[in-house]
């Protein structure tokens, strides 16, 4: 038996926020594991150069998007590869954006309209200033190489209007 023992001090100090009631910042990190289960062939797709909507199998309405149940009838849909190209519904020029966005500000999200498809697809739009962005305008698909597996590995750059 040791009478004397006692743990180890250190000299790290906590920062302190308020008094009372206390507040204090701790660092926390963790890792996630985080399934995608019914969206997954969608995120294959990007993998893949494709982008993958739905299809309601009842009434077929068509989504930009992955969806397993259609919200106009309630069945469940099938997958089915959007055009590669689109245009713009809407957009607007984001000057502020979380963390791993914050670096690139300003950037644009556009809402893309597909031919044949009822709803829109958020994403981003590069190549373009922003007071260069007009609805209507033409835009395609483009794919990282290097698939995250996120909704990020896809994005949409300008189409040259033929003339
Ligand atoms: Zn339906």
């Not at 963790?30 to 150069?49: E, M, N, V, W």
């Not at 609805?135 to 189409?159: E, H, I, W």
């Given at each position: ?5 006692k743990?180890?001090e ?6 302190l ?14 890792d996630?594991l985080?399934?995608?289960?019914q969206?997954?062939?969608?995120f294959a797709?990007?993998?893949k150069?494709k ?10 309405y ?12 309630g ?24 963390e791993?966005?914050?670096k ?10 597909f ?7 958020l ?8 007071e ?5 305008m ?15 590995d896809v994005?949409f750059?300008p ?5």
């Amino acid at each position: 038996m040791n009478k004397d023992a006692k743990l180890p001090e250190t000299e790290e100090g906590t920062i302190l926020f308020n008094v009372d009631p206390i507040i204090v910042k701790h660092h926390y990190e963790i890792d996630y594991l985080h399934s995608y289960a019914q969206d997954s062939p969608f995120f294959a797709g990007l993998a893949k150069g494709k982008l993958l909507g739905s299809r309601c199998t009842a009434c077929g309405y068509t989504y930009a998007t992955p969806r397993g149940h259609c919200m106009e009838c309630g069945e469940t849909t099938e997958w089915v590869e959007l055009p590669r190209e689109g245009w713009v519904h809407t957009y607007t020029t984001c000057h502020f954006g979380g963390e791993a966005f914050l670096k690139e500000t300003p950037f644009t999200l556009i809402l893309v309209e597909f031919d044949g498809f009822d709803t829109l697809f958020l994403s981003r739009l590069v190549g373009v200033q922003a007071e260069e962005v007009t609805v209507g305008m033409p835009v395609r698909a483009k794919f990282l190489r290097n698939a995250k597996f996120k909704p990020t590995d896809v994005y949409f750059v300008p189409v040259a209007r033929q003339l």
